[in-house]
């Protein structure tokens, strides 16, 4: 009641422009930004960042810098014309002279922030091409341009999929990315078999990773008089001498800029290995840098600056650019380090049957990050975890980083929070109240407690395969680091670790477990479609295994429980809510099943995980279904999200030399576009 006030209080001041909501409003950080098409922009917070060292930030600035820089490389390979198709929407949408609430303008600025978002003319998931809201007459009228780009933007034959995999056609040519020039996909594909069959075997580089594969047409040697020569197939490499020279050049500058201020010498040497490999092309030399770069883990702020994924190219050959500056979320890692030092007493004390324990267990340190910046591939949209090198040798001999981006997931749920869902589907205020209140803190725990020591417990008995639960292994492996996070967040352990701040907040994630398990989840299927994704089955699973066998009588255990139920499914103004009764009842049923499902794995009874996933982690009942839809339909939730990036300001003395970095969120997200393509293009 008092935060409604006090938000009812804050909007009234804002909306008169009193100068004192300014002041209130700084600590109620804007995850949500603007919304338009599919798409919904995100804002995440880099906490942390002015308590760093003016060395520490001096070096993020500097990486930012650097990563700044390649965004028009992505542009150009995600096709040829966008580079070009951007100056001239960017040109009329800053020059237009005519009515701004014309529908075919406001139109046009959605197509630009599309465009923007996608870095280039297709969607950044499906990768079709976008179809112009706006007339080809009022294009025609305000904006120059030549008939090709007009066609390329209103032609829907024309560069139609950015990556086309369907089969029977030629995947080069059906698809419009800018990795291949005048060569068929059977061309290219000998080209790569042959360097392939020429190379180490032992050790192989990823082969056409860092060019564009080109065929020269014939050309007439002066020597031979008329004679031609056959047509040449070559790759230009992207370096600071090739393709991409201009970008590539400013990236390494700030590269060197940045390398005083690293964290130890062998992070220099990473520095030192990734200009090398940008002026060469040499993948040798990246394997190298790969190596150097998954070896140092000591330093706080870690960075990716390259041509990493290949999900661009319809053959898998060729990465996109892509860059993240970041650095380690201390705070989180302590978290996670509190756990695994205290994993032989989660292991000991779980609900498990003795003989499926593990005498010694050591826990995992999840490793945490934040974001500073992200550009190229990873921006807007991007992903929240980080598992790189990709290089299969590299990885089995060297190991890789594997890393969840915290404050990006953190922003993601803060975001979610205002966006309808939880009005829609909790039962009662008090049950909305405890997720607000815990369910950040229960979501990170929940997370932590399943990664660190969930997936870690327990121990097959000698002669059982691994692999005896066949296609029902996943679900049933996640089902169970799930039920041991569950299980030990309502532990009194936890509160007394520091980790919770009472018996109270656990049932955050009680609530959230059952509500997503037996009702919110499926918003992200389609009606009349099974739950095919194992964690989402595992979810279900959990939920629906406790709703039947927390029924009446089979609920009440021991002596003197009045027979309820532990949870039930209840319907008002034809709407279905998830009503939690007993939550210590429902923890009860959390062990048994987790009990249960360690003995499936431990002995490997394969009938008894299909049944149970069969039984409750597969179907959906269509009414409820279609239900859920419905409400979430009307919630009208973007399905898209992507960031705006925080700005990194470098105040420098007279002698030009950083003396702080300032950082801010205010830039709006239209705003960063232009400045983006003024300042970091270099045509
Ligand atoms: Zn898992």
Redesign the pocket.
Known sequence: MNNIIKTMIISAMMAAGTGTATAQQKDEFKYSDERFADLQMLRYKVEGFEQLSLKQKTLIYYLQEAALWGRDILWDQNCKYNLQIRKILEQTYTNYKGDKNDADFKAFEIYLKRVWFSNGIHHHYSTDKFEPGFSKEWFKNNVKCSDEIVDVIFNPKVMAKRVNLAEGVDLIESSACNYYDNVSQEEAELFYANQKAQGDNAHPVMYGMNSTLVKENPVKTAKEGNGLCAPQIKEVKWTTSGKYSESLKMIVKYLKLARPYAEDEKQKEVIDKLISYYETGDLKTFDEYSIAWVENTEPLIDFVNGFIECYGDPLGLKCSWESIVNFKDLEATKRTETLSQNAQWFEDNSPVAKEFKKETVKGITAKVIKAAILAGDLYPSTAIGINLPNSDWVRAEHGSKSVTIGNLTDAYNKAARGNGMLDEFAFSAKEKEIVEKWGDLTDDLHTDL??CLG?GSGKLLDGVDGDSLKAYGSTIE?AR?DLFALYYLADPKLVELGLLPNSEAYKASYIAQMQNGLITQFVRIKLGDNIEEAHMRNRALIARWALENGRGRESAGSVGEPPIDVIELVKRDGKTFVKINDYDRLRKLFGKLLAEIQRIKSTGDYEAAKSLVENYGVRIDSELHKEVLDRYAKLNIAPYKGFINPVYKAVKNSNGKIIDVKISYSEGYAEQMLRYSSKYSVE
Request: aromatic share 0%; no cysteine; net charge negative.
């Open positions: 399943h990664e997936h996640e680091a």
